[in-house]
């Protein structure tokens, strides 16, 4: 089975809904490259996410995380996975759905808790109730994730190639975006 990717998909959630891991799968599936807006960010900046937050405040972050995320969409089609602030930015939404097509992950609260308590590489959860932190940004940030041109829920139940094959299901609906090739 071969694919034609005909826009970059943009994955879009919560920290911890699986992004990277399934943006991998799914790169792999698609046969098409995997990039990673925080990944491109720390490498043109040469310092971790968590060190810019520190040092320029998450302004400043969010600034270089949608020229990035400019950049991405204007080069090759691939699966991108964006950091879990990006979507709320309006101009991020916009040029992910004129350019891409956004895909939200959309993972239980309980999920995104397990898989992000034991991680020190989230500057937004270094807070003295991380798990309430983590609770204040779901429920502000999913009212503006479900705005996401297409949506898969995340299942613990479901594997990281599961929940691939689920994004390539939602996908197949938008012939402008994935189509097969026999």
Known sequence: ???????????????????TAVGKALAARLDVPFLDSDAEIETAANMSVAEIFTRDGEPFFRDKESQVIQRLLEN???????GGGAFLADRNQQMISEKGVAV?????????????????TRPLLRTPNPRATLTGLYEKRTPIYARADLKVDVSSKFSIEETAT?????????????????
């Open 104 to 120: 939200w992950l959309n993972a239980p609260l309980d999920l995104l808790w397990q898989r992000v308590r034991h991680k020190d």
């Open 76 to 82: 090759e089609r691939c699966i991108l996975s964006t």
């Open 1 to 19: 089975m071969s694919w034609k990717l005909k826009k970059t998909v943009a994955l879009v959630g919560m920290m911890g809904a699986g992004k």
């Open 166 to 182: 689920l994004v390539i299901d939602v996908l197949l609906a938008r012939p402008d975006v994935l189509e097969k090739c026999e």
